[in-house]
């Protein structure tokens, strides 16, 4: 099955200078037609967020919450409970820093 897709001007210049992928939306205005349509997704912290990066993540930090994320492939040498163990103590030490200065 072909489905022609019709993008924008800017997002085929992105798409030729290759830089990255771009999010977006197909809506299909029949089986065989449609329109790409771009999603921005910009990660801008609120004020007075503060993150650390861990070996497998990130921790962040601000005065609603408290998130840490781990990306830990299974295929590592490394065991994934040593390494949520290890993290967490480091994100831990983060986080008490930090509540010393807010």
Not at 26 to 52: I, S
Not at 70 to 93: K, T, Y
Request: zero cysteines.
């Amino acid at each position: 099955m072909i489905v022609q897709i019709q993008i924008s001007d800017r997002v085929y210049t992105q798409l030729l200078n290759g830089n990255k992928r771009i999010q977006g939306t197909l809506a299909l205005v029949n089986p065989t037609e449609g329109n790409f349509n771009e999603h921005r997704r910009d990660w801008r912290p609120k004020p007075g967020t503060r993150y650390m990066r861990l070996p497998h993540g990130r921790v962040t930090v601000n005065e609603e919450q408290v998130r840490m994320n781990l990306h830990i492939r299974r295929d590592e040498s490394i065991v994934p409970a040593r390494a949520i163990e290890a993290e967490s103590g480091m994100a831990s030490s983060f986080i008490d820093f930090m509540e010393d200065f807010v």
